[in-house]
């Protein structure tokens, strides 16, 4: 009896494991990262409609076009110095305070859930993940 149950348990977790997996392969973290940083103001669809474009005194623009603008080729180089700020772009306002919050910071003090606590990780290799994820997105959007 007892060997039948923990082989059903056995079972059941693998299932819920493979369960688990396959929808962790669904998740676009790229798509994830600008829904959460950027399509505010880039819209969903990232053509430069967000609900705050209004709002704004510089239009936001559309970023499926980038490659386009560039002579085909994606500017990997620069859009990744624009969301690590290298890059000054004005009307996403200073780097004290970008207007994606502290998402793309490599300052672990400046994010709330890190105050006070040690850091078992390279910040500043999750921030460079989360913008080469967020470009890779970008890219595949892009209009052919």
């Not at 959460?36 to 103001?41: F, I, L, R």
């Not at 994010?111 to 913008?131: C, E, G, H, K, Q």
Request: aromatic content about 6%.
């Amino acid at each position: 009896m007892k060997k039948h149950a923990l082989k059903s348990l056995l079972i059941a977790s693998v299932v819920v494991w493979l369960d688990v997996a396959a929808q962790a392969q669904d998740i676009d973290v790229g798509k994830s990262e600008f829904r959460s940083s950027c399509a505010t103001c880039h819209g969903d669809d990232a053509k430069g409609k967000g609900p705050l474009s209004e709002e704004l005194k510089t239009a936001p623009p559309d970023l499926t076009v980038l490659s386009k603008n560039n002579g085909g080729v994606f500017p990997f180089n620069s859009i990744y110095a624009a969301i690590y700020g290298t890059k000054v772009i004005i009307a996403h306002g200073t780097r004290d305070m970008p207007i994606w919050g502290n998402r793309f910071t490599t300052d672990p003090v400046s994010t709330p859930s890190n105050r006070n606590m040690n850091l078992a990780y390279d910040t500043d290799a999750v921030v460079r993940a989360r913008i080469v994820a967020l470009i890779d997105y970008l890219n595949r959007i892009q209009q052919k």
